[in-house]
């Protein structure tokens, strides 16, 4: 039974599904993980980000809920992760929970940041209402609610810089679908 004051987790998911589009990412970045996205639930049940709305069609794109067992991640079974888990106090969890749910209901307002994700490659910050690339979006969440570690991130951040936040402690590393937690 928890208590009401225990701490509870936020998952930051760092991928590598190996689509066409992720392999092109990793040799031009050299970087394992090209992808981010956020879940509350310990299980990764449920993750949120910015990505393809059709697991067929990379280039369309927009805020998606994300599983192992549907989408991309089913679709590319071999999908590599890291899971990294922040502790956050039941009242920023909560707040997290309802602007998820928020953005879920009205997700047609919300569209990928395509110019900003080319030009974070040149170091070259563009952000737009209601856009985002995935992990322009997941520093946002944890901005927003005033996460511990989250100002370290950079205007411009990639899905590797999540691995040096302070106080995100690696929980997982290997194929999405083998995870379990709990």
Known sequence: ????NELKQVYIVISQTGTVLSRILKLNTGAEYNHASISLADDLSVMYSFGRRNPYNPFWGGFVTESAHFGTFKRFAKTKVTVL????????????SSFLDNMLITRSDYGYNY?????AA???CFKR????????????VLL????????QLL??????NFLNMPYARTVYCGK???????
């Open 176 to 182: 999405l679908k083998d995870y379990s937690n709990g």
């Open 1 to 4: 039974m928890t208590k009401a």
């Open 85 to 96: 888990a922040v502790d956050v106090s039941p009242k920023k969890y909560e707040a997290m």
């Open 155 to 160: 205007g411009i951040v990639h899905p590797m």
């Open 144 to 151: 927003k609610h005033h996460i511990k570690g989250s100002k």
């Open 115 to 119: 110019l900003g994700l080319c030009l």
């Open 129 to 140: 209402q209601n856009r985002y690339y995935c992990s322009e979006f997941v520093r946002e």
């Open 122 to 124: 040149f170091n070259i």
